[in-house]
């Protein structure tokens, strides 16, 4: 139970945090934070957390990450059920206590016709800067894929694993320099389902791809990592 309890805090902070810069930080005339300002708060949810409570659970935070553990050997098929539950739940808590937030100043409502809306995720007419569902499910592929290379070659036993949580961190920091314009960066399930459901609409219907796409590439980079970059002789 200890484990599932940092997975729900560790994935409630990441999407408080990251997704909490967007709506709060992002857009203030002359003081924002902007994009670059949005991916390095994703990336420090991620570091701070991995730090926190990396070592009761692991510091997945995100169902791609689950699976793409279980698929470099990492992490037993049992556990990957509860882990996304608690990830999920976590990720729901957490939208809605932003949404809490949100809808406490006047004006502010969820417009579910707008790209972006309540930092949805979405491709199409809801991609930020209208990116085709081709190019966003690309884009989410490579880049989880990437993100899990990162966790698997940090967190190795033969890695420097004090330093772990600050490649994942920037890894997510570039991940989303990359493609918040693309698909505003899902490479988390949780994170992309989280918001969707406060949204709804046609972001919730698209939110499949970014459980497809993240998934897939997770896995992908799992048996990539075991097979062709895991050193199975050093002593």
Known sequence: ???????????????????GSAL?????????????????AFGLTVLTMAYAVGHISGGHFNPAVSFGLWAGGRFPAKDLLPYIISQCIGALAAAGTLFIIWTGKAGNAINNTQAGAFASNGYGAFSPDGYSLQSAFIAEFVLTLFFLLVILGATDKFANGRFAGIAIGLALTLIHLISIPITNTSVNPARSLSQ????????????????????????????????????????
Do not use: R
């Open 1 to 19: 139970m200890k484990k599932l309890f940092a997975e729900f805090f560790g994935t409630y902070w990441l999407v408080f945090g990251g997704c």
């Open 24 to 40: 709060f930080a992002a857009g203030i005339p002359n003081l924002g934070i902007g994009f670059a300002g949005v991916a390095l």
């Open 196 to 235: 969707a459901i406060f949204v709804g609409g046609e972001p919730l219907s698209q939110v499949w791809l970014f459980w497809v796409a993240p998934i897939l590439g997770a896995i992908v980079a799992g048996f990539i990592y075991k097979s062709l970059l895991q050193n199975h002789d050093a002593a």
